[in-house]
């Protein structure tokens, strides 16, 4: 059974730091692209925020996440990490890790196979 678990979200102020992990156990990263996601508080939609591929060495950002955030991955440890700096209120958002097929405009689902997704972590940034 694959699980992905989230943590590292809380309440941080503006400019402020967050490093957000996330634990795949029942599929090995070394062969899974896999990102991160949010959902702002009222939005009916998830964007997609960074995705890193295991293929190619693909990495994504969201434009208005560049220079600020970066994703890494332990495959040892089958975790990959956000690290967000110099937060924004706008950043505010439920964060999501999920598996996929990681490409230049972000991680997409896998048509012919199985996508997974965490449950979420809360990030809250206040001004």
């Known amino acids: 059974q694959v699980q992905l678990v989230e943590s590292g979200g809380g309440l941080v102020q503006a400019g402020g730091s967050l490093r957000l992990s996330c634990v795949a156990s029942g599929l090995n990263l070394d062969y899974t692209d896999i990102g991160w996601f949010r959902q702002a508080p009222g939005s009916r939609s998830r964007e997609g925020v960074s995705?890193?591929?295991?293929?190619?060495?693909?990495?994504y950002y969201l434009n208005s996440v560049k220079g600020r955030f970066t994703i890494s991955r332990d495959n040892s440890q089958n975790t990959v990490y956000l690290q967000m700096n110099s937060l924004k209120p706008e950043d505010t958002a439920v964060y999501y890790c999920?598996?996929?097929?990681?490409?230049?405009?972000?991680?997409?689902?896998?048509?012919?196979?199985?996508?997974?997704w965490g449950q979420g972590t809360q990030v809250t940034v206040s001004s």
């Open positions: 995705c890193s591929s295991t293929t190619d060495g693909t990495t």
């Open positions: 999920a598996t996929g097929v990681c490409l230049a405009n972000g991680l997409a689902e896998i048509l012919d196979g199985d996508n997974y």
